[in-house]
């Protein structure tokens, strides 16, 4: 792909023309320039772009985009030959240039942006396999990668940054796609990731205690998510959580507001759910008519996340009929609340790192439980600590014997971490601690009976920890059925004995 500089930026931000070359890539990471690059020095929370400005220029970047005026006539004098610009904010520049640059895809697709605290990625894989069912091609951006139909492009992060979300929305329109199904973190609407982008439609699922090393206050934290609600135009839906205080807040404040849940005023009425076997029987209410569905999904949380996906629906105009019919055939996501099962012991992997995901898991666990639960869950180091001990005190009320172990410890000691999590406490009782992950999964294993589910919490999808400065392979799937079968296999033999 090639592009003139007038092409891209604007006369006014232009600080000093050195060159007239082409641009052929942008980039915001020096390892990844080359020659005709456009290079954004961004100084993000780990990194400033500015100290690898000269490393871009010796790898051949054409033009550097900045928003110092010092900086830009340092860089005139030392580089005349480099194109310079300057502008107010890098970040909403970077965005604004990438849409131009690829050509303004998201035009081209019809994309449904999902924020909350919880449900984005089920949400978003419920309305993407229901939109395949019904025949339309789908891309999907978030948590557990980035993939097209069936054909996975990457891993990433939920939403990547704004020069790869619009070279992701262009490749998805290039494979055929009509529709894109993305999960909105507060991060990236904070930091202007998918500024400028025209959607046409936006979820809320909700909003709880995550979050806050970086945005400092739950009140940052909800206006980052509202960024998104700002963002849309006003014909287009904006779905929300009416049984979420802060969904609440968003209904109010904004005017085209469709909503879900078990408040009478919901427009997708939440009637009646339970669970028959192993699917989940929901009745629901839409414009004064009641329907029913099954789905294999789990969980009191998964009916919001159902309704969630069926309501975006219908407000793009697709029949609900057809959706009713098609609901039993939605899978689950792998991670989220993610069902092994061995010799009558069940094991329930969920990616719960929230002090409400895991009260939301617990609690649909204790409707089903036939004997104890056993909670497996630790909490990522480097992140918000005043999450820990409410965490604590979720699994100790809901569980009946906790093991706290590690999750991504990252640069903490995971002692310290676990010595947070148990000021929630309230006793010693039933808790154990093993700061081996892996040791107490079979932990867990090992003491449960027939009739017990096992709950490992916090990592669900994953398969790696980050411990210190290294990234080892770990899968709590891979482990929990590793140890089942040798429980089975041991209570053969003894049976054999």
């Avoid at 309305?127 to 951006?141: M, R």
Wanted: net charge positive; with cysteine; glycine share 6%.
């Amino acid at each position: 792909m090639e592009k003139k500089l007038k092409e891209i930026f604007e006369e006014k931000q232009i600080f000093h023309k050195g060159n007239d070359k082409p641009v052929l890539s942008l980039e915001n990471n020096s390892r990844n320039v080359k020659e005709g690059s456009v290079f954004f020095a961004i100084k993000g929370t780990t990194a400033d772009g500015h100290k690898f400005i000269s490393d871009a220029i010796k790898k051949g970047a054409t033009t550097i985009v900045v928003q110092d005026k010092n900086i830009a006539q340092s860089l005139k004098n030392e580089y005349p030959q480099i194109n310079i610009i300057l502008v107010e904010n890098t970040r909403i520049t970077q965005a604004e240039t990438a849409r131009k640059f690829y050509g303004y895809p998201d035009k081209k697709l019809k994309i449904i942006g999902i924020t909350g605290t919880n449900g984005k990625t089920t949400t978003s894989h419920i309305i993407a396999q229901f939109l395949e069912a019904y025949g339309k091609k789908t891309g999907i951006i978030g948590t557990t990668g980035y993939k097209i139909g069936d054909k996975v492009i990457s891993e990433g992060r939920t939403t990547p940054d704004a020069i790869q979300w619009f070279s992701l929305l262009d490749r998805f329109r290039k494979e055929g796609a009509e529709f894109v199904v993305a999960e909105i973190s507060s991060h990236a609407l904070d930091q202007y990731r998918v500024y400028g982008t025209e959607f046409d439609a936006a979820v809320f699922t909700n909003l709880s205690h995550d979050h806050l090393d970086y945005h400092k206050t739950l009140e940052e934290y909800f206006l980052a998510k509202r960024r998104l609600f700002e963002q849309l135009s006003p014909e287009k839906p904006a779905v929300i959580n009416a049984d979420d205080n802060h969904g609440k807040r968003l209904i109010k404040e904004f005017p085209n507001t469709v909503s879900y849940g078990k408040n009478p005023q919901a427009d997708l009425k939440i009637l009646d759910y339970k669970q028959c076997q192993s699917q989940t029987c929901i009745d629901f209410e839409y414009k004064g008519k009641r329907f029913s569905i099954k789905t294999s999904l789990l969980g009191d949380f998964n009916v919001y996340n159902m309704a969630a996906a069926l309501l975006t629906l219908i407000k793009l105009g697709m029949p609900i009929e057809f959706f009713i019919e098609k609901a039993l055939s939605i899978k689950p996501v792998r991670g989220r609340f993610e069902v092994v099962e061995e010799n009558g012991i069940k094991v329930i992997i969920d990616y719960a790192h929230t002090p409400d995901a895991l009260e939301n898991v617990l609690k649909s666990i204790n409707k089903i439980k036939e004997k104890r639960v056993i909670t497996v869950f630790g909490a990522g180091g480097d992140r918000d600590r005043e999450k820990r001990p409410l965490m604590g005190k979720v699994a100790q009320r809901l569980s009946d014997i906790v093991i706290i172990t590690s999750d991504n410890p990252r640069s903490e000691d995971p002692m310290d971490i676990i010595r947070d999590i148990k000021t929630g406490l309230t006793s010693e009782k039933n808790i154990f601690v093993e700061i081996d992950r892996e040791k107490a999964i079979e932990k867990a294993i090992n003491m449960a009976e027939k009739g017990d589910i096992i709950l490992i919490a916090g990592k669900g999808h994953e398969t790696y920890q980050i411990i210190g400065n290294k990234t080892v392979h770990f899968d709590d799937k891979e482990v929990a059925e590793k140890y089942l079968k040798k429980a089975a296999a041991q209570a053969t033999a003894q049976e054999k004995c």
